[in-house]
């Protein structure tokens, strides 16, 4: 192998490493707040990029009704909770709606990639504290297990929804950068320097949130110890909604970032939030610099592996978890043990 | 005693009844309306809207099923289909690994079945069972005719690594045999895949004079931009699977110049005045044209419609020996299906023999190229 081959694999390898690094770090965020696997995180990815692609071709996309559905679903449960809650819920689950689905009415017809961006991340944003809400807090208290089995049915809701909302096309989100910079043989696409910004910015936004506020701090107590979090008076349902809507935040900017580097279908995600899983696992679930190290590795080696051998490439790739889980039950024994 | 009358009468018409309705014929369809075959199911599914309701002055009747692109649902449809509605014949399904679940059924059933999918299968075996889409090696043969004709000596494949990647290759490697091109290398990627850089990278250091490509749909374009981007040369060919105006609109500037075949039907405009598939295709295109909009033309609908056009010229003949709803009919059926000749559909032009339960020929594959943003006939 040339060295222009090999770091024309490594550029690949990174740039699609970055995506699973985002969605490895909304799978840690997750499960250390609320011991859910985020299985419909990969299908919020391709929700993101479905909805950016339908808003630039001048639609209003589905996802903004089930939103507008979500909300109003969430808005009237909450009037139960007295004046206080209902007040506050008016605001995030009533006016915000209106102003997004608004906007996409009106913006829709304009198709300006940048806002279709914003505001496809805007509409899926939401559908993780809703996921929550209504999926995962009513059993927020079993096992992982019954969380995970609870995470693959509502994998298949998505992705039937998605099939219903987006058909079986597929469809690219219009990209951020079209330049290209050539270093020596290298050529490097503006895309790909725009997905590693996303990831880095991501990862030092992240940082201050968890280090420097009070609710990044508060889910950083609620992952470290749930019942000692709920002792001192952190919400756990705050929590959670707040993981949820990171996560899925982070699911929707992913799916935008890679939609513009390669068409997408609704049933896109899966897969690659997969990949991501693994790289999460690296970190043991838990360690976020671990996760980041393991989601390159997963880049660069499924780029090497399809150089090498392309039909064996996904044996590749998920073969390496079974070193790393070997490692991981050796050391410290199982998760269900400790929860 | 006037009573005991009435009754005896009453169940008497009943039956009667039940009599004539079963002297319809009923054709049961298994279609994959929704799942990921939904894109193709909505073709396959839109012909009916033109069948005609009496063949022959026999009231025909559609039962139209959809299997979810699930082969064991298809099984379960085609039994019922069997068992409750007594089908005297099954159009589909759409799906091939549903048509290897269903046609065991169908055989063993005498209930004569015509695939839709690319199937291959032994009609020796399977006697009630045909096919009507070009199988794979047709439409690839024609492929390589091209490259050969145009001084091509080397090919290398990509594909999807999965059954249609593969069933691409085992083609390829035929039509490649038959032509003295060599194949330089096979390189794999999934539907789901983001980048295929590596596998051009690998495939452009064994510097073919072409690729062949083994995938479908919209994900076709992925290697088609990446060897454009690396600066590939070369000609870029591709299958059936590709031709469609997804394939140009996700993949822009890029797949100008790739070439593939197709179902004659697609460019039913381009034919040449002398094509005998020409005046069928276009009638029904332009009934399904009007219908579902100038965007729908699609090679899907044409199967269903031909399924039909074979059954409906075989069917006066079964009639002749016994009435629908029985096993003669059903046998006689099967006899006058593997007697079509010289049948032109609107995707090629069928000749059944116990041998060939598929009978096309060339005539049922066209070339086309992606010129100025759309697929145009190249003569």
């Given at each position: 192998?040339?060295?222009?081959?090999?770091?024309?694999?490594?550029?690949?390898?990174?740039?699609?490493?970055?995506?699973?690094?985002?969605?490895?770090?909304?799978?840690?965020?997750?499960?250390?707040?609320?011991?859910?696997?985020?299985?419909?995180?990969?299908?919020?990815?391709?929700?993101?990029?479905?909805?950016?692609?339908?808003?630039?071709?001048?639609?209003?996309?589905?996802?903004?009704?089930?939103?507008?559905?979500?909300?109003?679903?969430?808005?009237?449960?909450?009037?139960?909770?007295?004046?206080?809650?209902?007040g506050r819920a008016l605001l995030v689950w009533g006016v915000y709606p209106a102003v997004v689905s608004l906007a996409s009415v009106w913006l829709a017809r304009r198709e300006i990639p940048a806002v279709s961006i914003l505001l496809a991340l805007a509409i899926v944003t939401p559908m993780g504290p809703l996921i929550w809400r209504f999926a995962y807090r009513p059993m927020a208290d079993a096992s992982v297990l019954a969380l995970l089995i609870l995470s693959m049915a509502l994998h298949f809701v998505l992705i039937g929804l998605g099939l219903v909302f987006f058909g079986p096309e597929e469809a690219s989100v219009p990209a951020l950068s079209t330049a290209n910079f050539t270093i020596g043989a290298l050529d490097i696409s503006g895309q790909s320097l725009c997905v590693l910004g996303?990831?880095?910015?991501?990862?030092?936004?992240?940082?201050?949130?968890?280090?420097?506020?009070?609710?990044?701090?508060?889910?950083?107590?609620?992952?470290?110890?749930?019942?000692?979090?709920?002792?001192?008076?952190?919400?756990?349902?705050?929590?959670?909604?707040?993981?949820?809507?990171?996560?899925?935040?982070?699911?929707?900017?992913?799916?935008?970032?890679?939609?513009?580097?390669?068409?997408?279908?609704?049933?896109?995600?899966?897969?690659?939030?997969?990949?991501?899983?693994?790289?999460?696992?690296?970190?043991?679930?838990?360690?976020?610099?671990?996760?980041?190290?393991?989601?390159?590795?997963?880049?660069?080696?499924?780029?090497?592996?399809?150089?090498?051998?392309?039909?064996?490439?996904?044996?590749?790739?998920?073969?390496?978890?079974?070193?790393?889980?070997?490692?991981?039950?050796?050391?410290?024994?199982?998760?269900?043990?400790?929860? | 005693?006037?009573?005991?009358?009435?009754?005896?009468?009453?169940?008497?018409?009943?039956?009667?009844?039940?009599?004539?309705?079963?002297?319809?014929?009923?054709?049961?369809?298994?279609?994959?309306?929704?799942?990921?075959?939904?894109?193709?199911?909505?073709?396959?599914?839109?012909?009916?809207?033109?069948?005609?309701?009496?063949?022959?002055?026999?009231?025909?009747?559609?039962?139209?099923?959809?299997?979810?692109?699930?082969?064991?649902?298809?099984?379960?449809?085609?039994?019922?289909?069997?068992?409750?509605?007594?089908?005297?014949?099954?159009?589909?399904?759409?799906?091939?690994?549903?048509?290897?679940?269903?046609?065991?059924?169908?055989?063993?059933?005498?209930?004569?079945?015509?695939?839709?999918?690319?199937?291959?299968?032994?009609?020796?075996?399977?006697?009630?069972?045909?096919?009507?889409?070009?199988?794979?090696?047709?439409?690839?043969?024609?492929?390589?005719?091209?490259?050969?004709?145009?001084?091509?000596?080397?090919?290398?494949?990509?594909?999807?690594?999965?059954?249609?990647?593969?069933?691409?290759?085992?083609?390829?490697?035929?039509?490649?045999?038959?032509?003295?091109?060599?194949?330089?290398?096979?390189?794999?990627?999934?539907?789901?895949?983001?980048?295929?850089?590596?596998?051009?990278?690998?495939?452009?250091?064994?510097?073919?004079?072409?690729?062949?490509?083994?995938?479908?749909?919209?994900?076709?374009?992925?290697?088609?931009?990446?060897?454009?981007?690396?600066?590939?040369?070369?000609?870029?060919?591709?299958?059936?699977?590709?031709?469609?105006?997804?394939?140009?609109?996700?993949?822009?500037?890029?797949?100008?110049?790739?070439?593939?075949?197709?179902?004659?039907?697609?460019?039913?405009?381009?034919?040449?005045?002398?094509?005998?598939?020409?005046?069928?295709?276009?009638?029904?295109?332009?009934?399904?044209?009007?219908?579902?909009?100038?965007?729908?033309?699609?090679?899907?609908?044409?199967?269903?419609?031909?399924?039909?056009?074979?059954?409906?010229?075989?069917?006066?003949?079964?009639?002749?020996?016994?009435?629908?709803?029985?096993?003669?009919?059903?046998?006689?059926?099967?006899?006058?299906?593997?007697?079509?000749?010289?049948?032109?559909?609107?995707?090629?032009?069928?000749?059944?023999?116990?041998?060939?339960?598929?009978?096309?020929?060339?005539?049922?594959?066209?070339?086309?190229?992606?010129?100025?943003?759309?697929?145009?006939?190249?003569?």
């Amino acid at each position: 192998m040339d060295p222009f081959i090999f770091f024309a694999l490594l550029q690949d390898g990174i740039t699609t490493g970055a995506i699973y690094l985002l969605l490895a770090i909304g799978l840690l965020i997750v499960f250390s707040a609320t011991r859910v696997i985020f299985v419909p995180q990969g299908d919020l990815l391709a929700f993101g990029a479905l909805t950016a692609a339908g808003l630039q071709s001048g639609h209003v996309p589905a996802t903004l009704w089930l939103l507008d559905g979500l909300s109003a679903a969430a808005l009237l449960a909450s009037l139960t909770g007295g004046v206080r809650a209902a007040g506050r819920a008016l605001l995030v689950w009533g006016v915000y709606p209106a102003v997004v689905s608004l906007a996409s009415v009106w913006l829709a017809r304009r198709e300006i990639p940048a806002v279709s961006i914003l505001l496809a991340l805007a509409i899926v944003t939401p559908m993780g504290p809703l996921i929550w809400r209504f999926a995962y807090r009513p059993m927020a208290d079993a096992s992982v297990l019954a969380l995970l089995i609870l995470s693959m049915a509502l994998h298949f809701v998505l992705i039937g929804l998605g099939l219903v909302f987006f058909g079986p096309e597929e469809a690219s989100v219009p990209a951020l950068s079209t330049a290209n910079f050539t270093i020596g043989a290298l050529d490097i696409s503006g895309q790909s320097l725009c997905v590693l910004g996303a990831a880095v910015a991501l990862v030092v936004g992240l940082g201050w949130f968890f280090g420097a506020t009070v609710q990044g701090k508060a889910l950083r107590a609620a992952a470290s110890d749930p019942l000692g979090a709920r002792l001192v008076g952190i919400d756990a349902g705050a929590t959670g909604s707040l993981a949820f809507g990171l996560a899925a935040f982070i699911a929707a900017l992913a799916g935008v970032l890679i939609g513009a580097l390669t068409p997408l279908s609704y049933d896109a995600g899966f897969e690659i939030g997969l990949k991501g899983f693994v790289a999460a696992i690296m970190g043991g679930l838990v360690s976020y610099p671990m996760a980041a190290a393991g989601a390159l590795l997963v880049g660069v080696l499924e780029s090497l592996g399809s150089f090498w051998a392309s039909a064996y490439r996904e044996v590749i790739v998920f073969t390496l978890l079974i070193p790393v889980l070997l490692w991981l039950s050796l050391r410290r024994g199982s998760d269900e043990d400790r929860a | 005693m006037k009573a005991r009358l009435f009754a005896i009468a009453t169940v008497a018409g009943l039956l009667v009844g039940a009599g004539l309705a079963q002297a319809q014929i009923k054709i049961g369809a298994i279609l994959s309306i929704s799942g990921p075959g939904a894109g193709m199911g909505n073709g396959y599914k839109g012909a009916f809207d033109f069948f005609p309701k009496e063949i022959a002055g026999q009231k025909v009747e559609y039962i139209v099923r959809d299997d979810g692109t699930d082969a064991s649902n298809a099984y379960t449809i085609a039994q019922k289909m069997i068992t409750e509605d007594h089908v005297d014949a099954f159009i589909g399904p759409s799906l091939t690994a549903s048509d290897a679940a269903v046609a065991p059924l169908a055989d063993k059933a005498k209930v004569p079945m015509i695939a839709m999918a690319p199937y291959e299968y032994d009609p020796h075996k399977q006697p009630y069972v045909f096919n009507d889409a070009q199988p794979l090696s047709l439409m690839v043969a024609k492929v390589f005719k091209y490259m050969q004709q145009h001084g091509v000596k080397t090919v290398g494949f990509i594909g999807f690594s999965d059954g249609w990647g593969d069933a691409v290759l085992a083609a390829t490697k035929t039509a490649a045999a038959a032509d003295g091109i060599r194949i330089l290398d096979d390189e794999r990627y999934a539907r789901t895949d983001t980048s295929v850089d590596a596998q051009v990278l690998r495939l452009m250091s064994r510097h073919p004079q072409a690729v062949m490509m083994g995938n479908s749909a919209t994900p076709a374009a992925l290697p088609v931009v990446a060897l454009r981007r690396r600066g590939y040369r070369g000609g870029i060919y591709g299958n059936h699977g590709i031709v469609s105006p997804a394939f140009i609109k996700v993949g822009g500037a890029a797949v100008e110049g790739v070439i593939a075949d197709t179902s004659p039907l697609v460019v039913y405009k381009q034919l040449p005045a002398g094509n005998v598939v020409k005046p069928v295709a276009t009638a029904f295109m332009q009934e399904y044209t009007k219908k579902f909009g100038p965007q729908s033309v699609n090679p899907f609908a044409g199967y269903s419609y031909d399924a039909m056009l074979l059954l409906k010229n075989a069917i006066p003949q079964a009639l002749k020996v016994a009435k629908p709803g029985t096993v003669q009919f059903r046998e006689a059926l099967r006899a006058a299906l593997e007697k079509t000749h010289e049948l032109v559909g609107v995707s090629g032009v069928y000749n059944m023999t116990p041998d060939n339960h598929n009978g096309q020929d060339s005539r049922a594959a066209v070339l086309v190229e992606v010129k100025h943003g759309a697929w145009r006939e190249i003569h």
